[in-house]
């Protein structure tokens, strides 16, 4: 089909009606698609339809190999060593990137992250790297990639568009709501790693009340998708399901994240966030073939923790990348803000949830937030908190501190903060952090 | 819910999920709908949605009334007698209405006929009276009432914008493929008639492959649900399922159209023009009470024609609208054409099927039709049908007349009317025209 025989109201019934689509007809919608050609309307019918109706594996194959290749796909083929990367839906508080690209890099993977800018409560990763002085997350193509083939990890904000169909599909996507779909989130998800070029890919599939997936079934049904498109587009897909969990580690904010990543790789960590890099690093390791089992990748990355070479990598990607690698040994050459103010808690008792997203929230109003393109963020500000789920808290003891630079902001932050905490007398039972793996393997068993 | 509660977002996933929409919800819906306050990709998004949920029939009944209401409505309450009104789907050939207005406003019922112009192959039934010279349909709504009082049948265009929800509405789901909707098709066609005031209305529902309901089962199922809907909002609502037929009578166009109308209305028309308007009159006769049966009301109709009142009460009309009513006895004095070109059958059999669309496409060819607001159309134009469904026809002998202004435009449309003819040796088995009808009384029993 070309696209001057392509009618859109063609394929919009096609889909209502639950039939699937030829890869001609996606080919055509696609190249329209970017082209602007299409009216909004009738993506939006089309996308409910989809939501409706699903879609076929091979499809959702097709589609996802269209909408990667809808934009440049970044060639990676003259980098060296097996290129992993990370998808993660940007939860409150998620620094594993920080972690993870050192960590990996030194055990034999290479991390070629292109991160976008952080919309939401909190800065993406590009953000919280700019707390570093003099760290440069503006790469060239070219710069990117001589990094990646002399230090093997470079961490850069995209500059080309990666995957635009994918941008206009999910812009409409959220104002139709029209975003629960599986095969929609899968070619979401798995265009945009496969236009950034990596062999090997760690998807964390979140699960639960406010996500995309309501439950762990759900997000395994998402993964079994993802693992066998992935599959047949030649890519190593490892499926993570975790819950819509508290905030990793202690720390929400930027140069404040960044202090804990770096100890982290100091093997000074919380538990939560150095336990996670560890699992899901070990799982990437073995999916991409630098070690034989999972098991062995862990030991090898517990080794990099432990001998500090994961901690050099990191300085010596900081200096690849013009940062100062003196944070390194000193995180207070970091932005630090003004004000340290404790938030006690009002009761005595057990902390029975912790709200990530009511921590981000309680951070936005810090200032450690955007909502629209280009507004400016505070590196210095964030929220440290001192209990985490299933801690005990006696009333008045600090439920965390407001790394704040205004006390105005600071005391509406402080009462956002209170609500993020449900306490209560009994201890709870700690769901774990990972619900399922789907990998390449659990692909040939049983499902 | 207030205009600014409202959220589409929430009422599509409300839809999206198969839950019901409040009528505040709804009502909010339908104003910010007609200020153009609502995104077309949002409305697509929940047309869709709704496609594939469906509609309570407190749903459907409230968002009719609502439509309804979107604009002006006609108070037909100063006017005497029970007001009765038709709605068509608008086939081709469709004089139904020319016949229909003053047979039933002599029988005792008041027709207060507003008309669009009708888009496609040929003209509406607005265009058809405009052949009459003189004959005018734009009236003020004084005039239009006026009419009604001194001579209880008035048909003219319609100069309000009546229902005005429904236009967006239907403009969209027209280049969104949801135009498949039981509820919506509902909706869409008695919130029209709401607004035109009437306390009867007879409905046409095609069925068959290129209508909207595919099967008869499916016209009565939308039948039921208008008759519910219509009976919950006071209106006493017929519907009648017919076939995608050949064109009814023998004349295709307009002038031609409006001469096969008086051969009726003096008891000279063709069959199944005659029987229908006997059989459907007789329906909304009883159905305003005007007789206690459709049988009376058949006798009553049959009679009107027979004593020549029916055809004084057309008389009447064209005079009250400054037409002139000599037409009546010289046809001839509507536009007429330059050719009447025949049209031969190109093999020896029986008509097995004459496919109407494709007679109006002939129609179109020679000048009858418009695709665009405000196109000219050529009132002389149109098709003389001589042989029609389970007639014997022999090689050479003419299907038809072409009444053409033009003879190259002609040679095009013989070729078209020969497509329109399926000719082969059996004698089918014809179909009967109505398949079904539904009233009030098939509400209450089994249906």
Not at 20 to 47: C, I, N, T
Not at 303 to 309: F, P, R, V
Not at 397 to 423: C, M, R, S
């Amino acid at each position: 089909m070309s696209t001057a025989e392509f009618s859109m109201i063609e394929m919009i019934k096609e889909k209502r009606l639950g039939h699937a689509h030829s890869p001609e007809r996606m080919a055509a919608f696609v190249q329209k698609l970017v082209a602007g050609e299409l009216p909004d309307y009738q993506v939006a019918a089309w996308l409910m339809a989809t939501v409706f109706q699903g879609m076929t594996l091979d499809e959702t194959t097709e589609l996802t190999r269209l909408v990667a290749h809808s934009g440049e796909v970044l060639d990676l083929s003259t980098i060296p060593g097996p290129c992993v990367d990370k998808h993660s839906t940007g939860g409150v508080g998620d620094k594993v990137t920080l972690v993870f690209a050192p960590l990996l890099a030194v055990c034999g993977a290479t991390v070629a992250k292109l991160s976008g800018r952080g919309l939401g409560h909190t800065g993406g990763t590009i953000d919280k790297l700019e707390a570093i002085p003099g760290f440069n997350t503006s790469l060239t193509d070219e710069q990117f990639l001589q990094q990646l083939r002399d230090h093997r990890v470079a961490v850069a904000g995209q500059t080309k568009d990666l995957a635009p169909a994918d941008g206009i599909l999910y812009a409409l996507r959220d104002v139709t709501n029209t975003v629960e779909s599986i095969p929609l989130i899968a070619v979401s998800v798995l265009s945009k790693k496969i236009a950034a070029g990596a062999d090997a890919i760690l998807l964390d599939v979140k699960a639960g009340s406010g996500a995309f997936m309501p439950t762990v079934e759900s997000a395994k049904e998402l993964s079994r998708v993802m693992l066998e498109v992935g599959d047949r587009l030649g890519k190593k897909v490892i499926c993570v399901v975790t819950g819509m969990d508290q905030p990793l580690g202690h720390e929400v904010g930027h140069a404040n994240e960044v202090a804990e990543a770096i100890a982290t790789l100091k093997g000074e960590g919380p538990a939560d966030l150095t336990d996670l890099c560890i699992h899901l690093g070990g799982l990437l390791l073995a999916a991409s073939g630098v070690t034989r089992t999972a098991a062995e990748g862990e030991v090898r990355l517990k080794a990099a923790i432990a001998d500090g070479s994961a901690l050099q990598k990191f300085r010596e990607m900081i200096v690849a990348q013009g940062g100062d690698p003196a944070v390194v040994d000193d995180p207070t050459l970091m932005p630090q803000p003004k004000f340290r103010i404790p938030v006690p808690a009002r009761a005595s008792g057990y902390v029975q949830r912790l709200d990530a997203l009511t921590v981000g929230g309680a951070g936005k109003l810090l200032g450690a937030g955007r909502m629209t393109k280009g507004e400016a963020i505070d590196l210095a500000v964030g929220i440290h908190l001192s209990k985490k789920e299933g801690d005990r808290v006696e009333a008045g003891e600090p439920l965390g501190f407001l790394l704040a630079n205004d006390e105005a902001k600071a005391a509406a932050a402080a009462e956002v903060l209170q609500q993020a905490y449900t306490i209560g007398a009994a201890q709870p039972t700690l769901e774990p952090l990972v619900k399922a793996v789907l990998g390449p393997e659990s692909l040939v068993g049983a499902r």
